[in-house]
């Protein structure tokens, strides 16, 4: 089976701008979660979908977005963008009922 | 805020030797996981000990429980350079299936060939 898939791999943006991130789960899992990793902070959870729907999200602002696809396929987004929002950006899908998750290579935005 | 934390934050050992990392978390906990993450990549699952475990083997790796403590430790025998990698605890305080797991802050491994 293909692992979990993230596009892009690396981003560079500028303050203000926002930006979109890709993740593509394994084929039958339908949870995914995200995930921001900073060397400050480590790594914290942003949001969970499951079945298009969010089922928990993290403390982040607004600014932070996500949706899943009904291909389980998800996005995140990012408005506004701030220089503190540079980080690496990884996504995890599991099979339902499994606490296991299986993470992408991650998304690393810089934001200058 | 984690949930974990390990200790030590570093760890340099010689190849051959084992390296043991600890993670403490805070409240009760239905799964403890551990995660390995070479440098800048994506995390790899490494083994799951439930609650009511207290010693899980796999491979190299071996790894107790005590929740009386709230503490985990992860014992990586006969080391090789190609451990060198950060590894998380992880944990999750509910009662449900694919809940967001809570990371420590890491232990850096180094083995020195």
């Known amino acids: 089976k293909a692992g979990v898939t993230q596009t892009p791999r690396y981003l560079i943006k500028t303050r203000g701008q926002q930006v979109t991130l890709s993740c593509s789960p394994i084929?039958?899992?339908?949870?995914v979660s995200w995930y921001q990793q900073t060397p400050g902070q480590g790594l914290q959870f942003l949001f969970e979908y499951f079945s298009e729907t969010q089922r928990n999200k993290g403390n982040f602002p607004g600014r932070f977005s996500g949706r899943q696809f009904s291909n389980s396929r998800s996005e995140m987004n990012v408005s506004t963008l701030e220089l503190g929002d540079s980080a690496l950006y990884l996504c995890a899908s599991s099979r339902r009922g499994h606490y296991e998750q299986y993470f992408g290579p991650g998304t690393r935005l810089t934001v200058t | 805020s984690q949930q974990g934390e390990e200790d030590p934050q570093a760890l340099s050992i010689q190849e051959g030797e084992n390296a043991t990392m600890n993670c403490s978390y805070k409240t009760s906990i239905n799964n403890l996981q551990w995660y390995r993450q070479n440098s800048g990549r994506g995390l790899v699952h490494l083994i799951l000990i439930r609650s009511n475990e207290r010693e899980k083997h796999s491979g190299r790796l071996r790894v107790t429980l005590d929740t009386s403590k709230k503490s985990s430790s992860l014992l990586i025998t006969a080391s090789r350079a190609a451990d060198t990698a950060s590894y998380f605890c992880a944990t999750d305080a509910t009662d449900s299936g694919n809940t967001p797991l809570v990371f420590g802050k890491g232990t850096r491994l180094s083995v020195i060939a």
């Open positions: 084929s039958g899992h339908r949870s």
